[in-house]
């Protein structure tokens, strides 16, 4: 039963680019979230998605960032005209209900660098 | 909203020596904690949780921890640690009325040395 699975491991883009995270959620799971940590930071929340719904976006900035979770295929995380502060990684978590209690497992994380 | 304070940043023991991990958190509703292992390079791996019942709750690797409601902790031990512990540890907590979201505290480097 395989893992939380995200691509790529890590991703270098020069400031302007685009870049695109992928992540797979554990089989069963239809509840992604994203979380953004920064050098010598814990994790803080992005955006927590449905498949075709996105339910709380309050931790994502409010331009450049987008976040979707289609019916079929992996979850997202779009970051457009990236800037050096955006360098960070950026883990993707399932679970297979909304409910609080539930455990969030975690992938391996996406290192973006920013140059 | 709620909050999370690891109060260490960095925690270097002895290999066999006992460890505590602190973590406080504020919150207005019920709650439910977490602490979380991230080494080098890697994901977050659970090692233990408390929804309810005992305060005390065990997880892997030997680890425990207490939850104190009158004093907001949740402080991680071990009794006897293994060069292998060394990684970073996160509390977390996630509120009964927001869903699975996750609230993470800064986060406790332990070294263990030989």
């Known amino acids: 039963n395989a893992g939380v699975m995200q691509n790529p491991r890590h991703l270098v883009r020069r400031r302007g680019q685009e870049a695109r995270l992928r992540c797979s959620p554990m089989?069963?799971?239809?509840?992604v979230y994203w979380y953004r940590q920064l050098p010598e930071e814990g994790l803080k929340f992005m955006v927590y998605?449905?498949?075709?719904?996105?339910?709380?976006e309050s931790g994502m900035p409010k331009e450049r960032f987008s976040a979707e979770f289609p019916k079929e295929g992996p979850s997202i995380l779009r970051i457009q005209q990236v800037v050096r502060g955006d360098s960070a990684a950026y883990f993707c978590a399932s679970s297979p209900t909304l409910l609080g209690y539930n455990e969030q497992f975690f992938g391996p994380g996406t290192r973006l660098t920013v140059l | 909203a709620q909050s999370v304070t690891q109060l260490d940043s960095q925690v270097p023991v002895f290999e066999e020596a006992p460890v505590e991990l602190r973590c406080n958190y504020s919150s207005s509703v019920s709650v439910y904690l977490f602490w979380y292992v991230q080494y080098p390079n890697q994901g977050l791996q659970l090692l233990l949780k408390y929804l309810s019942g005992s305060t005390l709750v065990k997880g892997i690797n030997g680890f425990e921890a207490e939850f104190n409601k009158s004093q907001t902790s949740f402080h991680l031990r071990k009794p006897s640690v293994h060069i292998s512990d060394t990684a970073e540890y996160f509390c977390a907590v996630s509120e009964e009325t927001s869903g699975s979201r996750l609230t993470f505290g800064e986060g406790t480097q332990l070294t263990v040395n030989p």
């Open positions: 089989k069963g799971h239809s509840h």
């Open positions: 998605l449905q498949k075709e719904n996105i339910i709380d």
